[in-house]
């Protein structure tokens, strides 16, 4: 189970970032111990301000976090970091959260613009872009047409229906869990 969970965090955090956070957050999985930035920085053999950054970019994603402590000789802060494999089912509630309000604005921006789309290279302008130039395509000057986005509010509102229930579905058994 925890492998799942670890590849899960893993390919989120790959969708998010891209590659380069990977080893970092890898190596706090195998740990499975909080440790600090240097003590990483110097384990993958990668300079210190390079491991922070990609701390700092897999906290923001909620995929690590830190506990911060302060060193009684030199008075410095101390970051603690750990994976948050535990929280997993919270990271993946926000992240159709953040799905969930892309979709709904995608919806609202098709809802309140008309559409023109050009038969030869299918790209679509709005009405002020169509009027503008004329309702002729401004790459091959091909007269548009008129372009019905109907089937597209359709499949976003079920898309987001789909997702509202599952986000409602995730949210009572988390909270009946918690309780």
Not at 137 to 146: A, S
Request: aromatic fraction near 10%; charge should be negative; charged fraction near 35%.
């Amino acid at each position: 189970m925890n492998n799942d969970v670890d590849g899960l965090l893993k390919e989120i955090a790959r969708e998010l970032l891209g590659e380069d956070v990977i080893e970092v957050l890898s190596f706090l999985l195998e740990s499975k111990t909080e440790m600090t930035d240097e003590s990483m920085a110097s384990k993958l053999n990668i300079k210190v301000n390079e491991v922070r950054k990609k701390l700092y970019a897999l906290a923001e994603h909620g995929l690590v976090s830190y506990r911060r402590t302060r060193d009684k000789d030199t008075g410095w802060y101390v970051y603690y970091w750990k994976a948050n494999s535990d929280q997993i089912n919270d990271i993946l509630l926000a992240r159709k959260r953040e799905i969930l309000n892309k979709l709904k604005s995608r919806l609202e921006y098709e809802s309140n613009n008309e559409f023109y789309i050009c038969p030869e290279d299918k790209n679509k302008y709005t009405f002020e872009e169509a009027f503008e130039n004329e309702f002729k395509c401004p790459k091959c000057g091909v007269q548009l047409t008129y372009y019905d986005s109907g089937k597209i509010k359709e499949l976003l509102e079920k898309k987001i229906k789909e997702i509202e229930e599952e986000i409602s579905r995730e949210t009572r058994v988390g909270s009946s869990e918690g309780s």
